[in-house]
């Protein structure tokens, strides 16, 4: 990283190099190699804490009554976080119908028809941009889209500032996978006389399919864990709730609220959501890296 | 040559049909071509719908901002850009400003910067220059798992963990040792800004390395072979072979760190103690751009409380999204043509 020119040796004097000169020289490396290792370390560690951590506090306290069961009231022992589990699922499913169909629809814009274009980058680009909105800023704009007019926090208004989440990432990967699928195959089904969407729609898309999967999972997994677009949508709810104009319970709202709260027996059920939430994402996260691997296509464009 | 079998594949079955006088000249593929129609309607509106769906994306960009400043409408009025000037936050008697909140955005993103970009550089280098082989992949995977955990997850482990070492060990240590500069004084609760930014920069490292990895392995090898013939050593290497290549791109990742920073709600909510006064002291409770939103949105009474909200919401899209843009530029300056990421 440092700025200070290579400094050219004069050419006439073929000098030896110093033995100092090669001691300081080969120290640096061995420092700087120490160092960088010790870096991988330092930031390997608090993620082997955390993991450790929320496994020994979540799976202690998990127990069936999590999964079958209402949060119980302020005081009163055990309870559960079924509805918020529903909940969850119900709200990825919306935000999944409205953001993966548009996301993909984009990516195969930017792969099949736009590639070059000046649009077509500004696209990219904006979807990138997109992706690096804040969570909260989603939040407070459907809250004032849809949940300031209609007067009432709902499941579905969480549905849709996830699915806006949602798009850039399946977007942004739809159009990777697109990239390698070698246009020898398109070419194929053109010459054979399928029109230009059918090639679109059943050949690249198929091709690329295991990519568009595990892109649609990273998309998924990474709105499963999202908090602050929810706070002002879904809003939470303590009991049942399958009514998508209702607020409806959601795991991390349900796991930030138990976290600040002042009582022992919701830590204790907060560690046990934050458990389950982490095992659904890193289940779908290793699931895509297993059909990432087998997806790519060999000898791509 | 090559011309004639195509022409006697469409040819020949018209042929046959033609010459005998039967008065339907018409072959059976070109009735079937005939009843299929072409497929101009089709291509174009799928061509149409796919172009809707790209610009959506603009769209919503265009429909964030537009909703943002129509709601905000109130306190841009009211305050106009001394907004950001005044320190005053009271609910009650209705004056805004959002000083306090920009000093805690900024003062934990740059710590948490100072913190996440050294041990990032570190993991980066080690990754892609000096880790054996087999090591690489489970490391990278490791590292990617970390930006894969939910940030309420990070804010429930800050709670329960972070806070109270720092509150007994660590926070007792800095006084000792750097309590002289003063960026350590008073009562020390666990939570603050400190708290804030080491969370912070656990969050951003990931993001931070694995884009730093991507830019250098695109660092071409003839440069590394060049550097090392020249008698230099693996570090001399990668300062000037490496790392001056890929100088720009660095940077626009540290970019992109810095984005997620500044916009990062709910682990800072949780840790950062929530008091919009601006102290010199890291021990000090602050508060976020992102974080009194998330606190006090739900409960704004009052359509200029609600607008002051809005406003600081306007804020922060406008700071991410100038320096997303920015960074995604460095970025691709230096990652364009190369080959993109296999795992």
Known sequence: ?301 | MPVKPAVSVVASPAAEKTTPSSPAPVSPVREFLNTRGSGRLADTSFAALMLACACSIFVIVLFIFWILIQNSHLSLAAFGWKFFTREAWDPVSGDFGALPFIYGTLATSLLALAMAVPLALGVAIFLTELCPRPLRAPISFLTELLAAIPSVVYGLWAVFVLVPIMRDTLGPFLVKTLGWTGFFEGANFGVGLLTASIILAIMILPIISSLTRDIMTAVPHSQREAVLALGATRWEMIRIGVLRNSRIGIVGAVMLGLGRALGETMAVTMVIGNHPEIHKSLFAPGYTLASVIANEFAEATGDLYYSALIEIGLALFLVTIVVNAVARLMVWAVTRGAPSRAS
């Open chain 1, 1 to 301: 990283m440092s700025t200070q020119p290579i400094q050219a040796q004069p050419l006439g004097d073929p000098r030896k190099p110093s033995r100092a000169n090669i001691l300081r020289r080969y120290t640096a490396d061995r420092i700087v190699s120490g160092l960088a290792v010790l870096a991988t370390v330092i930031v390997l560690a608090p993620l082997a804490a955390i993991l450790f951590y929320l496994v020994y506090k979540g799976a202690s306290s998990l127990n069936l009554a999590f999964f079958t069961h209402v949060p119980a009231p302020v005081g009163e022992e055990g309870g559960g976080m079924a509805n918020a589990i529903v909940g969850s699922s119900l709200v990825l499913l919306l935000a999944s119908l409205m953001g993966i169909p548009v996301g993909i629809a984009a990516g195969v814009y930017l792969s099949e028809f736009g590639r070059g274009k000046f649009l077509g980058n500004a696209v990219r680009f904006t979807a990138d941009v997109l992706n690096g909105v804040p969570s909260i800023v989603m939040g407070i704009t459907i809250y004032s889209l849809v949940v300031k007019p209609q007067r009432h926090y709902s499941a579905l208004a969480g549905g849709i500032a996830l699915a806006i989440m949602m798009i850039p990432t399946v977007t942004r990967t739809t159009e990777e996978m697109l990239a390698t699928v070698p246009l020898a195959i398109r070419e194929a089904a053109l010459g054979l006389g399928v029109p230009k969407w059918r090639t679109a729609v059943s050949v690249s898309l198929r091709t690329a399919s295991p990519g568009i999967i595990t892109g649609c999972m990273l998309a998924f997994a990474r709105v499963a864990g999202e908090t602050a677009p929810l706070l002002f949508t879904a809003f939470g709810n303590q009991f049942w709730s399958f009514n998508l104009n209702e607020p409806i319970a959601a795991l991390p709202l349900q796991i930030f609220v138990y976290a600040i709260s002042p009582y022992d027996e919701w830590h204790r059920l907060a560690w046990a959501g934050a458990l389950v939430l982490i095992v659904l994402i890193m289940v779908s996260v290793t699931l895509v890296r297993v059909f990432a691997n087998r997806g790519v296509l060999k000898g791509g464009s």
